[in-house]
């Protein structure tokens, strides 16, 4: 049994699931089989011990991996780095970001789609109150900064959904160079994009009550899910639903200057640290 090399820790609306398959194709690097492990950040998965984490990385690849966005969503997740280094300390960690505004549309986008989210977009975005997690996980420096409390800058790597997207090829040479394996493989599911937001994220499924009672993780859904990963794929679990619901089509929300100035105002200082450390700047970037 084997703990993971690289883990990929977000953000949630990012391109993680790409990555995930790019890093899997790569005949040094076997990603695990369930995308979202979510070990480190959900108790039900913690209490299940290192030996259960281990089990889900078999096989003689010189890397295994996982990806779980759910890594960098404090302070709704707690803990999470300092958990993660003391059981795998030596582990490269990868954080996929995108410009903030449009990576919160997507989160608004995702959970409006399954009926958690009832505000219109611009009183959910710009909710004043400190539990506003589509702020929360924008703020990019933030999340980082307490995994460098534990983990060295030299084993965190940087890379944004645009690069991954638009120039696919450098950006993940970089990645394969980090990760000590040939940076130079390619093969043709490079050439594919994995679970884009824009694309099916525009029907809105009146399933409140199924996610009520079967898919929110504070009822009966965290037990079912270990039979259910046996008899179902976790990949079908969504598509079932929409398949037995109807659905709507929901257009994409543009903001307007005025709101985007409002958000990018509250996420300045967070912006600014980010790109102190990383080079990376979204502090001038407008959302489409």
Request: charged letters at 30%; one cysteine or more.
């Amino acid at each position: 049994m084997n703990f993971p090399g690289v883990i990929i820790i977000g953000a949630q609306k990012c391109g993680t699931s790409s990555l995930h398959k790019y890093l899997d194709r790569h005949p040094d690097i076997q990603m695990s089989t369930q995308k979202e492990l979510n070990f480190f950040s959900e108790d039900y998965q913690w209490k299940k011990g290192a030996d259960w984490y281990k089990r889900q990385f078999t096989g003689n690849a010189r890397i295994f991996g996982e990806s779980s966005p759910g890594y960098t969503m404090y302070p709704v997740r707690q803990g999470v780095p300092q958990r993660m280094y003391e059981l795998v300390p030596d582990a490269k960690l990868i954080y996929l970001v995108r410009d903030p505004i449009k990576r919160m549309i997507s989160h608004y986008l995702d959970r409006f789609k399954g009926g958690r989210e009832q505000r219109p977009v611009e009183q959910a975005l710009l909710d004043p109150g400190e539990d506003n997690f589509y702020i929360h996980y924008s703020q990019y420096y933030a999340q980082l900064s307490r995994y460098l409390e534990f983990y060295p800058r030299s084993a965190i790597h940087v890379e944004t959904a645009s690069r991954l997207k638009n120039d696919r090829q450098a950006a993940l040479r970089d990645i394969f160079r980090f990760l000590g394996v040939d940076p130079e493989f390619t093969c043709q599911e490079f050439e594919k994009l994995h679970n884009v937001s824009d694309v099916k994220l525009k029907r809105r499924k009146p399933r409140r009550i199924v996610r009520r009672f079967l898919l929110d993780k504070h009822s009966i859904y965290p037990r079912l899910k270990p039979w259910l990963a046996v008899l179902i794929p976790k990949a079908s679990h969504a598509a079932i639903i929409d398949g037995l619901i109807p659905g709507t089509a929901v257009a994409r929300p543009r903001l307007d200057d005025a709101i985007q100035v409002r958000i990018r105002e509250r996420l300045a200082d967070d912006l600014r640290r980010f790109r102190d450390l990383t080079g990376i700047d979204f502090t001038e970037n407008a959302a489409a």
